[in-house]
C-alpha cells in the first residue's frame, strides 16, 4: 500500500479525522479525480485506434453498467465483479439458448429478482455475514 493510496482511502472513510492530522482533503479529492479522469483519458486513448469514437459510444453499455453496479452493492470491487460475472453468465445463457433480447430481458429479471432478495446488493449479503 502506498502512502497516497491510504491517505485516499482515509479521506473517503473519514476526511475530518484526515484534515485533524494535516492533510487537506480538498486536494485528495481533487487529486483522486485528476487521476482517475487521466486513466480513463488512457484507456479511450488506446482503444480509440481500434474500435473508432463516435458521440453515442457509450450508450449500449450504460444501463447494464448501471444496473451492474446496483445490483454490486457497496463493496466497490467485490461485489460489481461478481454482479458483472452472474448477470453476464445469465445474459449469455439465455442469449445462447434463444435470442440476445430475451438474454437482456432475463438479465434484467433476475437483478429485479435479486435485489428484492438481497435489498443491499450481494455485497451487502457478505457485508452482514448472513
Do not use: D
Not at 459510444?57 to 461485489?79: D, Q, S, Y
Not at 453468465?89 to 433476475?110: C, D, H, K, N, R
Amino acid at each position: 500500500f502506498t502512502r497516497a493510496g491510504l491517505v485516499a482511502r482515509a479521506t473517503m472513510q473519514n476526511a475530518g479525522m484526515v484534515a485533524g492530522l494535516g492533510v487537506n482533503p480538498a486536494w485528495v479529492y481533487m487529486g483522486t479525480f485528476a487521476y482517475g479522469s487521466a486513466l480513463a483519458g488512457l484507456g479511450g486513448a488506446m482503444m480509440a485506434p481500434l474500435t473508432g469514437v463516435v458521440p453515442t459510444l457509450g450508450l449500449a453499455f450504460i444501463a447494464k453498467i448501471f444496473i451492474t453496479v446496483i445490483v454490486g452493492g457497496p463493496v466497490i470491487l467485490l461485489g460489481t465483479t461478481t454482479a458483472g460475472s452472474v448477470l453476464g453468465l445469465v445474459e449469455s445463457l439465455v442469449s445462447y439458448a434463444s435470442t440476445p433480447i430475451y438474454g437482456q430481458v432475463a438479465m434484467l429479471a433476475f437483478a429485479i429478482v435479486l435485489l428484492r432478495l438481497l435489498p443491499q446488493g450481494i455485497s451487502g449479503f457478505w457485508r452482514r455475514g448472513v
